[in-house]
C-alpha cells in the first residue's frame, strides 16, 4: 500500500529536506529541522500523492489513510507527552498546507483542532486555569473552522457574499460594541464562552450542520479542507501567475499546536537568516509577544524589531527579542548557524516562544530581491559555503532583470520632500498614478499607464492588481506580510507598512501624511527605502553595480551558448554590447522608416511601394541605397570585429501607405507624389491583404522584385568595403527572411553574387560575409538539410514559428490566448514562453536536419523567446549556437544561458 | 566508359522500348520496330544522360563522343548500303529529339543532313538525275541549319526580331514573286541552285560564318543543336505545364533520311491504330503522295484518307491509300497489327513510303480523349490484349474528368483565337451571355439564357449568381479562391485569376485583354485549359456512357482506399451517392446562411455575432438550433447507412457583417436588430481581425463561447434519435476544426457528453456517434499522439494546413505562387497538388503519431486535394482510409484511388 504519512519529531523524522516533492516545502524542512536536532513541535505530514488520489477519487480520502493519520498521531502523543481528544492532557493541532513550492495565504489553516467540550476542562486544568486563554482558542477554533472547513470546503455559496466568517466577525464586534470594549483583549472567559455558543447557533442555522463538538470529526474535516483549498479561486489564480501545475496538489500538515499566546514568557516571530531586502549578513526578524503567528504576518499590530542591529526608523522605540529574551534570542541564533549550515543558503524561519521555550515551526529558503540574492550569493561564496557555480544558479534571471530595472533618480529626488515613509519591502522606484483598487490598477496597465497600487493592507485577493501596479504601498503590515512577499517575489517596487496612508474610498480619497490625493494623482515611490513623494520624481536605470560585474563574470565563465542582440541603430547596438551582448543576431532595416530623421527614407520607400512598374520602383530603390548603407555602416562600424546579422528588408507595405479611409492623408499624398486621388487608392487597394502576415513577405518581396534584394546587397557590400577600406573589421552576415525552400535562397543568392562581384571589383576588396536564413516557416523546419545547402547559417524566428505553427495571429488572439490559459488549454503564452511541446519540436529537426546537411551549421534564434529564461535553457538544450535579443534582456539571456550549462552538467553526474 | 550510342536497324537493335529513360520515346520506340522487324531506316540514338553530360560539361559534347556516333554510322552504312558523305552514294541523315516523355514541337530538328557540293552530284546521278528534288532537299536543308544550328544554338539574338529563318522565307517568297510563281512546286532547279546560293551569301553577311559545306560538320552541328533545343525557351515554358523536370534531358536520333517527296511512288503519313477521338477500332490516319512528313503536320495541304472506313465530309472525296496503294496499305495494316500485338495498346505512327517501299519512322503511344480511352481499354480487355488491372490504368483521372463535364468542341476551338488565360478551377467549358452581377446572372437564368458570370472576384453573396450561371470568369483569385471553390462543388466551369480582365461597372463593360464587351455579349469559356474565347464556340455534351459504369466497377474491384464528399445539402449528398461516395467527409454547416432560405437563419447567426452578452448569445442560438437540426438531419436521412462527418461551426464572422464602410447597410442592420448604429459600428469594429486566418476560428469560437458548440450538439443528437425513431440509421461522426492540442477536444467533449446524457434521456435511445477533429494546424501534427487520446478519428484539412505550413494566405498568394512557379521556386500550386515534400511531412507524421496512440484511428482528408489525383496518391501511400471531395470529383478520386493500389501491388512485384 502507498505510504500516505510521514511522522516528525523528537530531533527525528521519517522524511527530509529533499523530499519536497512528496512532502511539500514545508512538510520537508520540519523534518529536516527535526533530523538537525532543531526542537519542532512533533507532527505528521500527509503526501501530495494523497491529495491528487483525493482529487481522482471524486475528493473522498483514500481507503486506509485516517487509520495511518492515527498512527501517526500515537507518535506525535508520545513525543510530546499528550493525548489527541485526552479530556485530562489533550493535545491540539493545526492542519497546514504545504505545497512543492511555497503559495504564500493561498490555502487554507485550520488551528486549535482537538478543542471540545470534552477536552476544554483539561486544557484549563493544564495551564493553570487559564480559561480565558481557553476559550479564546476555542472560539478561534469555531470562527476558523465554520469558515474553512464547514463553508468554504463544501462549496456553500454564501447569500449576499455575506459568508459565515463575515457573521461571527460582525457578532464579535456587536458584542464588544455593546460591552463598550475596544479591544479583543478585553474579553473575559465568560464572555468568550457566550460568543462560542451563539456563534455555534449562527453556524448551525446558516450552515445547517452542527459545529462538530468531536476531535476526531475535526481532525478529518481539517485534513480534507486543506486539500479542497488547493483548488479554492486565490490558489488556482496564483498558480496561473506563477506556472505551477494543477497536478502537484498541497500536503497536509497536521502538527502538535504551541501558543505563543499564553502569556508574556510566549512570542511568536518570523526571521530571515539575512537581510531579504538588501542581501546584508544581518539576522533579520520581527516578533511579538504574547501572540498568535498570524498577529505577526496580518500587520494588525506593528511588530518589534528581532536584534538591535535591524532597528529602524518605525521601530527603533520598540524593544528587540534581544533586548527581552537574551537567551532564547541566542538559542535562535544557534538555530540560525545550524540552519545556513546545512542548507547553504538564506531562510527564512518561523518560531514559537510557548512559556519561555522555543519551538520552530517553518523554515525555507527564503525569498529575497535580486539585489539581496546578489550580494548573499557573493558573500557565501567568500564564506566557503557556495561553490562558483553555485553562485552563478543562486540569482534567478528575474532577479537579475530586477537589478537592471530603473529606480528613483537619487539627485531629483533630494528635489522632493519626502512626505511619508514606510517599510522597503520590494526594490526599484516606481512612479503612477494612484490605484486605489486592483480593477483600477488593471484598468491603467491595460490603458498602458503607470501607477501605484494604494491599499490599507494587501490579500490575496489583490494579486492581479499588484501584477498589474508598477508600485505598491500599504498602510500596514510589516516586512514578512503578504504585499511584501508578493512583491519582493516579483522584484516590484513596494512600501508597506506606511502609516501615514489614509484611504476613503467612498470618496476614492487618500491622505498621505497631510496631503490629499484623488485617484489618478501621480505619487513616487522608493522601494529601496520606503519614501514616498507626492509628485513624479525623475527615473534612472540601475546603476553599475560592481558585484554585478563580478557576478556577470562567472555567468560568462560557464556560459557556452552565445548571446546576440536584436538592434537596429548604433546606439542600441553600443547599449547592448555594454550590456555583453557578442554581436547583433537580428538588424532590422525597417527602423529607419520609424521614428525622428525617418521622413526622408520613409518617402523613397512609399515611392517604392506605390509605383506600380519595375522603372519607377528601380529609380526609388536608387535614392534609398544610401541610406540603407549609412544604416548598416554606423552599425557595423560599432560593433567592428562583431557579427551583424542584417535580415533583409521585410517591412509590412500596408503600413507605410495610408488607410482607404484616411481622405485628407491620401490627398496630401497624392498631392505630394504628382498622381491624381483616385490612381493612388487604386495602388493602395491593391496592396490590400486579407491575412498580411501570410502574403507579399519578406523572400516573397525579393523573388517578385529582385531590384529590391539588388539594392540591399549593394547597400551592404559597398558599406562593408568603404569600412574595410577605412581600417575597420566588417563581419557581415545576411540572411533572407521567411524561406520556405532552398530555390528562394539560390535565386538570391544569384543576385547577391552579381553585386558582391561588382562591388569588389570597384573597391579592389574581397568581402567576407556569410550568407543564411530565417527559419521562421514551418515548412523550412522540414525541408531544413535542403536549405542547409545553401544556407550556412539558421536563425528561428520563434515568433512567426510560433504564429503558422498553432495558427495563432498575434495581432488578433490576444483574448484568445488568455482564455486559453484561463481554461487550462495552454500553460502558457507561446509567445512569451515557447511552446516545446510543439513549436520546439520543429525547431528541433530544424537544427537536426540542417546539421545533418551541414555538420557546422551556425544556429540562433532571434525571436522574442531570446530573452525568455525558460526558452534560452531549452535553445541550449537544442544546441543551438545562440539567441539574440533585446538589449536589456542580453544579461538574463546570459545567466539563464548559463544555468542551463551547469544544469546540463549537473543531470550528467 | 559511358555508352552514349545504341544503333538499330536491319531488323536488330542495340535498345528495345522499355529503354525510354535512356534513349527517349522516339529512340526506344525506333528500337523496339526494329527487333519487330519492321522496317525503320537504319540509325542511332545518342542517350539523354549524353544529353546531361553536354549541359553539365559547360555545352560541350563528351569527349569520344563523336567516334561512337561514327561507329554507328558505319554501322547504318552497312545496313543502307549507302556511305555518309560519299560523293558516289551518299546516305543523309536526319537529328532530331526524342525526350522520355513526348514534346512534340518544343525541339528542334535538322532533315537532310550530309549535303553539300561533295554530295550533291552522287544523290542526284542515285536519284536518276533528279536535280530538282536534290536542290529543293538541299535549300530545305540550309533554312533549317541556319535557324536550328546556326542561330538559335549559338544563342544569336536576331536585330528586329528577324530571324535567318524569317529572312530566307522573305528571299524566297520575294524570288517566287519575281519569277510569277504561285507554288513551291514551279520552283524549277535551278531556280532552287541558285536560291541555295544566295541564302549562304545572306548567312554569311547576317551571322558572320559560312554555312559548312561539310557532311562531318554538319552532323556535329545538328546533335548540339538538338541537345541545345532542349533548353530553348519553348521547350522550357512547356516542361513547366507538363511538369517535366529540366534534367531529364533529350535524346538525339540520327537516323537515315528516307524521302516520301521522291514522286508519285512516294507518300508519307501518319496514323494511329484505332480512332482517338472516340476509340472505334479502326485504323485512323492521313497520308500525302510526293511529300515529306511536315507536310502532313504543318496543315499546308489537306492530306487524304488512310482507308476508305474513316472517310470524312472534308475528304470523301479524295483517295485513300487503301485505293491507291493497297498493297503497301496491306504492308501498314500488318505492322498495325503487329504494333498492337506487341504494345496491347493504341499507337500512333509515322511512315514514309520511298519509290514503293515503305519506312517505319515513328511509332509511340498515341493520345487519345477520355472516351477514346475508356472505349480502347474496355475492348482491349475484352480482346484479351489486357487485364481488368490494365483498363483502370489506362484511362487517366483527368480524363475521366472530362467524361463528365460538357466541354467546348476542340475542333471549333482551334477556329477561335484565345483571348486571356487564368486558372482552370472548374471544369468543363461554357458559352454564355456575359453577366456582371448576381442579379443578372439570376434574370438570365430565369430566362433560360446561357450566361458567364464575369467578376472581379466572387464572395458569398455571390452564390446564388454563380448557380444561376452557366460558367464563372474571374480578374481575381486563385484555385481556392471562393469562386473555385464553389464552382468545383458544383462541377460548375469556371476561370479564376484572369488579370486580363478589367470590369468598368459604372458603365457595365468588360474588357479581356484587348477587347471589348458589353453585359450581354457572348464569350466561351474553356476551364479544363483555362482558356476564353471573344465569340460562341461549339460545344459538346458527354452522353450518359454505360462503359463508363462498366469501367467504375472495375475500378471500385481494385480500389482500396475509400471516397467520400464534401457535401452541405441533402440535393449535393444524392448527387454525390450517385457518383459513388461512400458517405460525406465534410458537412459545413455554414451552408446555410448563403444562398436561397439564409434569410432567416442568417438573421439569427448575425444576432449571435453582434451580441457582446452570453444571455442574448444563448437566445440568438436557441433560435438557430431548429435550424442546425434540420439541415444536419435532412442529409442525414438521404445518406442513411452512409456516414456523415459535421464540421463543427466555423464561419469566418466578419463575412456575415456589413463593413464599416458599407453605410446603408449598417444603418438598415441597426434598424432590425434595434440597436444604435454607433453600437453596431463599435461590435462590427470589435469582429475585426488583422489576419483572420489565424483569429477567432474554428474551436476557439466553441472555447470562448461554448454555448455555440452546445447549440450544435443538441442539434445533432436530436436530429440523430429523431431519425432513430423514425427507423434511419444515422451515421454521425463529428469532428472539431482548426484544433491545436487534446485539451481543446476534452474541453468540448465535456459539452458534448452532457448534452449527449440529456437527449439520450428525454429520447430514450443510445446515441453512437463518433467523435474526432481535424487536423489543419501544423501543431496538431507534431502532437498528434495526444491528440489520438480523445480523437477517434482525424480528418486532414490539407487548405489550412498548407496555409500555415507555408505562411501562404490563399486569398492574398495568388500572383506570388504565378510568380513562383514561373521561377521554378516550386513546381505546382500546393493549394491544387498536395505539397508531398513539405505538407506532405506533416501529414504523414500526424497520422503515423496518431496511429502509435490509437492503432485503428481512422484518418482521412477533406482539403480540397482529396480530389486531386496526384495528392489522392499520396494519401494512398500514407495510409490513410478515406479521401473527400467534392461531388463532381467523386470518380475521378475513385479513380486514382485504385491506380494507387494497383501501383502499389506492381511495385511490390
Redesign the interface.
Known amino acids: 500500500m502507498t505510504k500516505y504519512v510521514y511522522t516528525f519529531g523528537g530531533k527525528t523524522a521519517e522524511g527530509n529536506a529533499s523530499m519536497k516533492n512528496e512532502l511539500g516545502g514545508k512538510g520537508a524542512n520540519l523534518a529536516e529541522m527535526c533530523l538537525l536536532k532543531l526542537p519542532v513541535p512533533a507532527g505528521l505530514t500527509i503526501t501530495t500523492e494523497c491529495c491528487t488520489a483525493y482529487y481522482k477519487n471524486n475528493c473522498q480520502l483514500p481507503k486506509g489513510l485516517m487509520d495511518e493519520v492515527h498512527a501517526g498521531i500515537k507518535k506525535m502523543e508520545k513525543i510530546m507527552g499528550m493525548k489527541y481528544g485526552d479530556p485530562a492532557n489533550p493535545l491540539l493541532v493545526s492542519c497546514r498546507s504545504g505545497a512543492r513550492k511555497s503559495m504564500p495565504g493561498m490555502m487554507d489553516t485550520v488551528l486549535n483542532i482537538g478543542l471540545c467540550s470534552k477536552t476544554i476542562p483539561g486544557l484549563i486544568k493544564k495551564t493553570g486555569g487559564n480559561e480565558r486563554f481557553v476559550y479564546d482558542s476555542y472560539r478561534r477554533l469555531i470562527m476558523m473552522y465554520a469558515d474553512v472547513v464547514m463553508e468554504k470546503a463544501e462549496g456553500i455559496e454564501p447569500a449576499d457574499g455575506q459568508g459565515i466568517r463575515k457573521q461571527l466577525d460582525d457578532m464579535l464586534d456587536a458584542y464588544k460594541e455593546k460591552k463598550g470594549y475596544k479591544s479583543d483583549t478585553e474579553l473575559t472567559a465568560d464572555d468568550l464562552k457566550k460568543l462560542a455558543e451563539s456563534f455555534k447557533a449562527r453556524i448551525k442555522k446558516v450552515l445547517r450542520t452542527e459545529f462538530p463538538d468531536d476531535a476526531e470529526a475535526q481532525l478529518e474535516g481539517g485534513i480534507k479542507a486543506v486539500f479542497k483549498s488547493w483548488n479554492g479561486k486565490k490558489a488556482v489564480s496564483y498558480r496561473r501567475i506563477e506556472g505551477i501545475p494543477d497536478d502537484w496538489g498541497t500536503a497536509v500538515n497536521v502538527q502538535t499546536m504551541v501558543f505563543g499566546n499564553m502569556g508574556d514568557t510566549s512570542a511568536t516571530g518570523v526571521a530571515f537568516t539575512r537581510n531579504p531586502a538588501t542581501g546584508d549578513n544581518q539576522f533579520y526578524g520581527e516578533w511579538l509577544i504574547n501572540a498568535q503567528g498570524e498577529d505577526v504576518v496580518a500587520g494588525i499590530r506593528t511588530p518589534n524589531p528581532l536584534n538591535n542591529e535591524t532597528k529602524n526608523e518605525q521601530n527603533k522605540h520598540m524593544k528587540s527579542m534581544q533586548e527581552l529574551m537574551p537567551n532564547t534570542y541566542k538559542e535562535l541564533c544557534e538555530v540560525r548557524r545550524i540552519l545556513e549550515d546545512n542548507y547553504h543558503d538564506m531562510l527564512d524561519i518561523e518560531f514559537t516562544i510557548q512559556d519561555g521555550k522555543l519551538y520552530m515551526l517553518q523554515c525555507r529558503v527564503g525569498k529575497r530581491t535580486g539585489v539581496a540574492a546578489l550580494t548573499m550569493a557573493l558573500d557565501m561564496l567568500k564564506e566557503g559555503r557556495i561553490d562558483e557555480k553555485e553562485v552563478v544558479m543562486r540569482l534567478s534571471p528575474e532577479q537579475l532583470d530586477e537589478l537592471l530595472h530603473p529606480i528613483l533618480d537619487a539627485a531629483d529626488e533630494k528635489k522632493h520632500t519626502v512626505i511619508a515613509k514606510g517599510l522597503p519591502a520590494g526594490p526599484g522606484g516606481a512612479v503612477g498614478r494612484i490605484a486605489l483598487t486592483s480593477e483600477k490598477a488593471k484598468e491603467y496597465r491595460s490603458a498602458k499607464i503607470a501607477n501605484v497600487l494604494v491599499r490599507e493592507e494587501t490579500n490575496p485577493e489583490d494579486v492581479e492588481g499588484m501584477r498589474a501596479a508598477d508600485g505598491i504601498l500599504t498602510a500596514r503590515g510589516g516586512m514578512t506580510s503578504h504585499a511584501a512577499l508578493v512583491a519582493r517575489g516579483w522584484g516590484k517596487c513596494c512600501i508597506v507598512g506606511c502609516d501615514a496612508v489614509k484611504i476613503d474610498f467612498d470618496k476614492k480619497i487618500v491622505h498621505i501624511g497631510d496631503k490629499q490625493f484623488k485617484e489618478g494623482d501621480v505619487i513616487s515611490l522608493n522601494g529601496a527605502k520606503g519614501w514616498v513623494y507626492a509628485e513624479p520624481v525623475g527615473m534612472i536605470n540601475a546603476t553599475e553595480n560592481p558585484l554585478f560585474k563580478k557576478f556577470m563574470k562567472l555567468v560568462d565563465k560557464y556560459r557556452k551558448m552565445g548571446v546576440r542582440t536584436n538592434a537596429d541603430n548604433p546606439e542600441d547596438a553600443q547599449n547592448a554590447v555594454n550590456f555583453g551582448a557578442e554581436g547583433i543576431g537580428l538588424f532590422r532595416i525597417e527602423h529607419m522608416f520609424y521614428g525622428k530623421n525617418s521622413e526622408k527614407p520613409l518617402a523613397k520607400l512609399r515611392n517604392m511601394i506605390l509605383t506600380d512598374n519595375t522603372k519607377d520602383r528601380k529609380a526609388a530603390l536608387k535614392e534609398l541605397e544610401p541610406y540603407i548603407r549609412k544604416a548598416a555602416k554606423g552599425t557595423l562600424k560599432v560593433l567592428d570585429g562583431k557579427p551583424l546579422t542584417f535580415r533583409l528588408m521585410d517591412p509590412p507595405l500596408h503600413e507605410f501607405v495610408p488607410k482607404?479611409?484616411e481622405k485628407e492623408k491620401i490627398a496630401a499624398l497624392a498631392k505630394e507624389r504628382g498622381m491624381t486621388q483616385k490612381e493612388l487608392v487604386k495602388r493602395i487597394t491593391a496592396l490590400h491583404?486579407?491575412?498580411?502576415?501570410?502574403?507579399?513577405r519578406g523572400v516573397?518581396l525579393g523573388?517578385?522584385y529582385p531590384e529590391i534584394t539588388e539594392t540591399q546587397f549593394r547597400a551592404l557590400f559597398q558599406a562593408t568595403a568603404e569600412l574595410m577600406k577605412e581600417g575597420f573589421d566588417p563581419h557581415l552576415e545576411i540572411m533572407v527572411p521567411?524561406t520556405?525552400?532552398v530555390?528562394?535562397l539560390e535565386?538570391q543568392k544569384a543576385i547577391a553574387d552579381r553585386v558582391q562581384a561588382e562591388i569588389e571589383k570597384k573597391f579592389g576588396v574581397k568581402i567576407n560575409y556569410m550568407y543564411g536564413t530565417m527559419i521562421?516557416?514551418?515548412?523550412a523546419t522540414?525541408?531544413a538539410d535542403q536549405i542547409a545547402k545553401v544556407a550556412q547559417f539558421f536563425s528561428f524566428g520563434t515568433n512567426?514559428l510560433t504564429?503558422?505553427?498553432?495558427?495563432?495571429?498575434r495581432?488578433?488572439?490576444n483574448?484568445?490566448v488568455k482564455?486559453?490559459i484561463e481554461?487550462?488549454?495552454?500553460p502558457a503564452d507561446p509567445f512569451n514562453t515557447l511552446?516545446q511541446?510543439?513549436?520546439g519540436?520543429?525547431v528541433k529537426l530544424g537544427v537536426e536536419r540542417g546539421r545533418s546537411q551541414r555538420a557546422n551549421l551556425k544556429c540562433g534564434v532571434c525571436g522574442e523567446h531570446g530573452g525568455d529564461p525558460a526558452s534560452v535553457r531549452f535553445f541550449y538544450k537544442t544546441g543551438l549556437n545562440y539567441v539574440s535579443c533585446s538589449p536589456f534582456r542580453v544579461p538574463v539571456a546570459r545567466l539563464a544561458a548559463a544555468q542551463a550549462a551547469i544544469e546540463e552538467e549537473r543531470s550528467k553526474k
Open positions: 482607404i479611409d491583404e486579407v491575412n498580411p502576415m501570410m502574403g507579399l516573397r523573388i517578385v521567411l520556405i525552400n530555390k528562394e535565386h521562421e516557416i514551418p515548412r522540414l525541408v512567426d504564429q503558422m505553427t498553432f495558427g495563432f495571429s495581432d488578433d488572439v483574448a484568445i482564455d486559453y481554461e487550462k488549454i495552454i511552446d511541446e510543439g513549436v519540436q520543429l
